[in-house]
């Protein structure tokens, strides 16, 4: 696994090796928010949105996900739906989600033709959302990719027994990525159990970003640490 993320201003390239018909691309805060649902002006949104399409040349609009922490992966095309995952084996396609905080994680075939992005909360993560968009895949695991973007990094993320009991209900090897603390709390490791579960899925090419969105908000919104009502991007398409 490496971490790595090329800097250019608003829109950001991940330094992930993909074949040369996929892109990919993670906007900051300084492009600003693109989400709609959390208290911005509708116009303003829609105006980034569209010059977000331009700047990256996208084959298509995006279809926005209605994102409620849940395991549901739609299949490009669709209308917008309650989901967190979205999967393509078509050309022209793009998948995206929108995290200030949660793992944004955008998956791609070796061979180009196959796509996703999941939006990985705890709940969605604990719950089986990444599980579920790589089952889409027909590609075998070990000729999938993926990069883990932008998140709440460990040293930041306290969670209660609630979360630990989740994930080590799902597999008891999770415990070891929960850090004991004097409250009676817990230190999560979000990004680590989600690389984790791809490399016991056999998935072998992970790149982690390295970005904690806590320690980092001068680039990244934050809902933990600043209730940020907004949402970046992380973007995967393909020609």
Known sequence: MTNALNRHEAILTPDWELPPNVHAAVTTREFGNLAVHVGDDPAAVLLRRR??????????????????????????????AVADAAYSDLPQSVCAVLTADCLPILCCSDDGKEIAAVHAGWRGLADGVLQNALANFKTPAANIRIWIGPSIGA???????????????????????????????????????????CLRSGVKGITKSGECTVGNNTSWYSWRKEKAVARFASIIWRN
């Open 155 to 197: 040293p930041a993320f306290e969670v209660g027994d609630d979360v630990r009991d989740a994930f080590v209900a799902r597999h008891s090897f999770n415990a070891g990525y929960f850090l004991s603390q004097p409250s009676n709390k817990w230190l999560a490791d979000l990004a680590s159990i989600a690389a984790d579960e």
């Open 51 to 80: 010059q977000l399409q331009r700047s990256l040349k996208l084959p298509t609009a995006v279809t926005w996900l209605q994102q409620q922490h849940t395991n549901r992966v739609l299949r490009w095309p669709f209308k917008s």
